[in-house]
C-alpha cells in the first residue's frame, strides 16, 4: 500500500515536529524516550523521517504530555502557510 503524498508529508511534520519540542524543552532522545516508556532507538526511529516508522495515539498522546505541548500542535507542525 502506498502513502498518499500529503500523508507521507503531514507523517514527516509529526516527525520533525516532536524532535523540535523535544529539543525546546532540553531534552535528550534518551530522556524523552524514558519518560514515555520506550527504548531510545524507538525515540531515533520516530525523528527520523526515513525510517517510516509509525506511532500509535496513545504514545502521540504520551509525547504532547512529556512535551508540554497539546497533541494538535504535533499534528499541525509545518502545515501553516
Do not use: C, W
Request: no cysteine.
Amino acid at each position: 500500500m502506498t502513502k498518499e503524498p500529503d500523508v507521507e508529508q503531514r507523517m514527516t511534520n509529526l516527525f520533525y515536529a516532536i524532535g523540535y519540542y523535544r529539543r525546546r524543552r532540553g531534552l535528550s532522545q534518551e530522556q524523552l524516550a524514558e519518560e514515555v516508556g520506550i527504548s531510545r532507538q524507538h525515540m531515533a526511529a520516530i525523528e527520523s523521517p526515513n525510517m517510516d516508522r509509525g506511532l500509535s495515539l496513545a504514545l502521540l498522546f504520551r509525547l504532547a504530555r512529556a512535551l508540554e505541548v497539546e497533541p494538535y500542535i504535533l499534528l499541525k507542525f509545518g502545515t501553516e502557510e
